[in-house]
């Protein structure tokens, strides 16, 4: 892989599209030999026009080596196609049904359910992988809904606060404009942010919209406590189940933007201090960008990870300070 290129949805993601269009294909198929057997059964004569329909697709191949005549050939074949079609629909009608029952429903006509049109993935397709990369970015918020239109600026105060001389609705207004910029123009060589402030602020539901945005545009992102993301790293990394060794790490170390949540919560060792290090300095080195949300402060940072972790991350990050007090409660009280 090339410096800058996107590693795009992971290739999981990929296959468990192929076996869904798989599903769907082979769904519609089935529908239609349910629909065609139940349609034999009230109309026999059915089954001559189908025998028809089926051979004049054989016959069509004779055309080959034809030569001038083929034209002629292929002319004659279809005028008799279409007539036997024509008597197909008008015995199904003249039964109750409709004329296209025998046809295969697939969900979309388009690609019939290949998820490709001329080699060339289709809008269904498009769809179906942005759908289960949401699905695999929210694994861990599965709650979460909407994106950056439900995040509410009315929840923080507009008094200046008289240290900073700033409100916190004027600090987070700029931020959410920043917030929607970085997710706009996300590109692997975006900066790194590091989302500070107290628990309760909007730090989770910010990072979460730009990753959905960013997913949606078909760049490869994870989203993780940093408990669940170590504990899971741990596990690997010491369980006894040697297959698929260290596979979080690499993922967290390769996928085009990083999040993790709430750095500073979970339980700190030896071990947690330098996967942490390492994640963050090879992220760093390789230019790809990351995001952290932490209520840690500088010296706080710097006291739990030490002073080389603390010092990559606030001499590199973007720092967004959030400030202000807990709205969830208001947005509880609201009903949100
Ligand atoms: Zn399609």
Do not use: W
């Amino acid at each position: 892989m090339k410096a800058g290129e996107p590693m795009g949805y992971d290739s999981s993601i990929f296959f468990l599209a192929s076996e869904e269009l798989k599903r769907r294909k082979a769904r519609a198929e089935r529908e239609q030999r349910v629909r065609c057997g139940e349609a034999l059964l009230k109309i026999p004569e059915l089954a001559s026009v189908e025998k028809e329909i089926s051979s004049a697709g054989l016959e069509l191949v004779k055309a080959v080596g034809m030569g001038s005549e083929a034209q002629g050939f292929v002319e004659r074949l279809a005028r008799k196609n279409l007539a036997a079609q024509k008597r197909r629909s008008a015995l199904l009608t003249k039964s109750g049904f409709p004329a296209d029952y025998l046809k295969i429903k697939y969900e979309c006509p388009k690609c019939m359910d290949t998820g490709f049109i001329e080699g060339i993935r289709c809008a269904c397709c498009e769809n179906l992988l942005r759908s289960l990369a949401r699905g695999r970015l929210l694994e861990e918020a599965p709650s979460f809904s909407g994106g950056f239109d439900t995040f509410k600026l009315g929840f923080y105060s507009k008094s200046a606060d008289p240290i900073l001389k700033i409100s916190p609705y004027s600090r987070m207004r700029d931020i959410l404009s920043f917030c929607k910029n970085y997710a706009a123009d996300f590109d692997c060589d975006s900066p790194s942010l590091l989302l500070t402030g107290e628990t309760g602020l909007g730090k989770t539901h910010l990072s979460l919209a730009i990753g959905l945005e960013v997913s949606d545009k078909g760049f490869g992102v994870v989203y993780g406590s940093a408990q669940n993301l170590l504990n899971k790293i741990e596990r690997e990394h010491f369980g006894k189940v040697k297959s698929g060794d260290d596979e979080t790490v690499q993922t967290l170390l390769d996928c085009d933007l990083l999040i993790i949540d709430d750095l500073g919560s979970e339980f700190s060792t030896q071990f947690t201090v330098s996967v942490i290090y390492n994640i963050i300095n090879t992220r760093l080195l390789k230019d790809m960008p990351s995001i952290i949300n932490t209520n840690l402060t500088a010296e706080e940072l710097e006291s739990r990870y030490s002073r080389r972790v603390a010092s990559r991350v606030i001499g590199s990050y973007v720092t967004l300070a959030f400030f202000g007090s807990d709205v969830r409660q208001q947005k509880r009280k609201s009903g949100e």
